[in-house]
């Protein structure tokens, strides 16, 4: 077994030992008790895990925030093995505000004055021109500015001169950190739940000074038809990652639904589903 395939065995123990439980005692939790499809394939799911699951939920954290949790883990662990690839100061984090951080320290001003001595009408009239900016992504990969030192690798290239004097990459230019990735964690997806992941990726297209950071949705949802109301479509969300897509491929084959098989190679074949082993990559290019 290779050492990524080891890591993500490791983490499929974590979801399933931890966050996995039967409902009603027969049924996985991440599975919608109202419809069949949902039930059926995410039996099938849990036995090709191949780990034991809890039979009642764990108590003092929610499922949301554990699968959160155990994702940024998992990708900060899988992303140290790839420096060579791509360098950097990085950090993995979750429920951070973006405005903390470039493309978007500017939206910390716009919050300001919004909370500033302006009237009611005027920060209402504000606000509806605006809309809802602030975004606080379930995970953030962040990437620190570089010091001259840094830049200037074996060679005498920028020596603590003037220029480049706008760039952040310069830490001597600016001090916050890049927003590089915002990662959207749902368990499970529900037509709720899809419109908040798309508004939360035009927010982040529409709102920034700079470049696009990647932005993805990580899910555990067991039906294709549900992940389709994400992942179909272009412009906002870069891919859709889920947490066993070849696992769930065999579960919805072994269910024998057509129409979610078709459902699942549509977005697998047209490269808008993948697995949560090629995030990590992913962010790396």
């Not at 290779?2 to 931890?18: C, F, L, N, W």
């Not at 993995?92 to 973006?98: G, K, L, T």
Request: glycine content about 8%.
């Amino acid at each position: 077994m290779s050492k990524i395939e080891d890591m993500r065995q490791g983490y499929h123990r974590k979801v399933a030992t931890s966050l996995i439980f039967m409902k009603k005692g027969k049924i996985p939790s991440m599975a919608d008790v109202s419809s069949k499809g949902s039930t059926n394939i995410s039996r099938h799911l849990v036995k090709t895990l191949g780990f034991k699951v809890r039979k009642k939920p764990s108590e003092g954290q929610t499922t949301g925030k554990g699968f959160e949790d155990l994702t940024r883990d998992f990708l900060q662990e899988v992303f140290k093995y790839l420096q060579h690839v791509r360098p950097g100061g990085w950090r993995f984090s979750v429920h951070e505000d973006i405005s903390a951080f470039t493309p978007y320290k500017h939206l910390a001003d716009l919050t300001a004055i919004l909370k500033s001595g302006l009237s009611k009408d005027t920060r209402t009239n504000l606000k509806s021109l605006l809309g809802d900016y602030l975004v606080t992504p379930d995970i953030v990969v962040l990437r620190r500015p570089l010091d001259d030192s840094e830049l200037d690798g074996k060679g005498d290239f920028i020596g603590g001169g003037t220029y480049p004097h706008h760039t952040p990459l310069r830490k001597k230019n600016s001090q916050s950190e890049f927003l590089h990735a915002s990662i959207s964690c749902k368990w499970t997806i529900r037509s709720d739940r899809a419109q908040n992941a798309r508004t939360e990726a035009l927010n982040l297209i529409r709102n920034r000074k700079g470049n696009t950071p990647h932005i993805s949705v990580v899910t555990a949802e067991p039906l294709p038809s549900r992940i389709a109301s994400v992942a179909l479509g272009t412009g906002d969300i870069d891919c859709v990652y889920h947490f066993a897509l070849p696992e769930l491929q065999m579960a919805v084959k072994e269910v024998g639904n057509e129409t979610e098989q078709e459902q699942l190679e549509m977005m697998t074949n047209g490269r808008k589903l993948r697995d949560i082993a090629d995030l990590p990559f992913d962010l790396a290019i």
